[in-house]
């Protein structure tokens, strides 16, 4: 095998190949793929500790044919009973650049969401995507998180900085996530930081995701929103949400006596508000509630009533005794044991 390294290779004439299961190795791959055509180099980066491969690899072929008809007839096939991902390299130009930059939080306090995250790991560097809580059925938070930066330098710099810190009421732990294959590794290790090195001097940009516009808001800072204006009641009535009487519309062309114009002041039926005199106070108020006894029917009988009314009777002074009143003025004598008296 030559000792090429991938970044070196014809991108044109090499096939990415992932799924790659840990007993394969370098020479295994290099039989296998060379049933597809002359094999130049195979690249399989390796773990620095443990020197084992990361489950994927690059290998090179003499042209741009033999990987076009190695990435045709080598990607499903099953090695140790896992199918191999075979792809042209240059294919992966047009997919997003995933460097592994990313950290796991954990012992969060459940008050921790995802726009704290945003606030507390943005200043290390740019975040790729969105910060996540990991939560329940129930939205409630599971106490980890994750956080993904474009570059190791601001990961490192977020794990010295925020490890063992305090955020809200729980010190949280931040260090490198698992890797998704599985396999028990994290991310940072030395062939990621190859490939984000190679990444950045070849001027290869980290495409990030749009944070939502929520997390630039500043502390305390909320969208204002316009008030309500109640509905205008056009048929006039009881305003419940105004707490007042609206009076009917007037007529058009009606306009009412200039000494008899109400004053434009609303006046609150609870006796909160001023109240206009008798003659202005509307007399279409609300429905007495229900559950209320009837108003009692107007007295036919007795004093006040109009039984005792009597057109032309003099209700003055009763006249001393002996007083007889002048021939004429119709004043009817005083009943028989009836007691003088004043002040009626």
Do not use: C
Not at 309 to 326: C, E, L, T, Y
């Amino acid at each position: 095998m030559s000792g090429q390294k991938h970044w070196e290779q014809d991108k044109e004439a090499t096939v990415y190949v992932g799924n790659i299961d840990e007993r394969a190795t370098d020479a295994l791959i290099w039989e296998l793929m060379v049933q597809a055509g002359p094999v130049v180099n195979v690249h399989l980066p390796k773990d620095r500790v443990t020197q084992s491969h990361q489950g994927f690899g690059f290998v090179e072929f003499n042209g741009e044919v033999d990987a076009d008809y190695a990435a045709k007839i080598m990607n499903g096939i099953r090695l140790y009973g896992k199918p191999l991902r075979v792809n042209k390299a240059s294919a992966d130009k047009q997919k997003p650049l995933e460097i592994g930059a990313e950290l796991f939080i954990g012992n969060l306090d459940p008050m921790v969401d995802e726009k704290i995250l945003y606030d507390t790991f943005s200043r290390f560097g740019t975040l790729t995507v969105p910060p996540k809580v990991a939560r329940d059925d129930n939205g409630l938070s599971k106490g980890y998180g994750f956080v993904s930066y474009s570059t190791f330098e601001a990961s490192d710099d977020a794990i010295h900085n925020m490890n063992g810190q305090f955020l809200m009421n729980k010190d949280v732990t931040v260090q490198y996530a698992y890797k998704k294959d599985g396999k028990g590794e994290r991310h940072g290790d030395e062939a990621e930081r190859m490939l984000a090195a190679q990444a950045k001097k070849h001027n290869v940009t980290i495409e990030t995701q749009p944070m939502p516009p929520a997390y630039h808001q500043q502390p305390g800072q909320t969208t204002p929103t316009p008030p309500v204006v109640p509905p205008i009641m056009a048929s006039g009535g009881f305003d419940p949400a105004m707490n007042v009487a609206v009076p009917p519309p007037r007529p058009a062309g009606f306009a009412p006596p200039a000494g008899n114009r109400p004053s434009p002041v609303a006046y609150g039926l609870n006796g909160n508000g001023p109240v206009p005199p008798m003659g202005m106070r509307p007399n279409n108020l609300p429905p007495p509630p229900s559950g209320l006894p009837a108003r009692p029917p107007p007295v036919q009988t007795g004093y006040g009533s109009p039984a005792d009314f009597h057109p032309g009777s003099f209700r003055g002074p009763v006249p001393p005794p002996g007083f007889a009143p002048a021939p004429g003025t119709g004043a009817p004598p005083a009943p028989p044991g009836f007691a003088p008296g004043y002040g009626r």
